[in-house]
Nanobody
């Protein structure tokens, strides 16, 4: 059973930075795709940034390109999301997610509990 545990959310002023971390366990992730989704109040859950464990190919939503960076630490089975130049519209619950296979498309199989990111103006 795959377990995903997020950490690193919080409150930050616009223009600031946060780093989210997702610790994964329960599998060998060499053929997994993992990353981050977010859901703001009253909105659907959207993909934010994803990474293929096998070759580090990444996907970013247009709204975060140039500001967010996803990476992984193979030794720690951890996926990181560095978020810079944060905007109030980045406010959401951020979920770590994982799936078997190399496509970035949904659906995803495993989810963390979510971590709140709030950006004040």
């Amino acid at each position: 059973q795959v377990q995903l545990v997020e950490s690193g959310g919080g409150l930050v002023q616009a223009g600031g930075s946060l780093r989210l971390s997702c610790a994964a366990s329960g599998r060998t992730f060499s053929r997994y795709t993992m990353g981050w989704f977010r859901q703001a109040p009253g909105k659907e859950r959207d993909r934010v940034a994803l990474i293929r464990w096998s070759d580090d190919t990444t996907y970013y939503a247009d709204s975060v390109k140039g500001r967010f960076t996803i990476s992984r630490d193979n030794a720690k089975n951890t996926v990181l999301l560095q978020m810079n130049s944060l905007k109030p519209e980045d406010t959401a619950i951020y979920y770590c997610s994982a799936k078997t296979g190399l496509s970035f498309r949904e659906p995803y199989d495993y989810w963390g509990q979510g971590t709140q990111v709030t950006v004040s103006s």
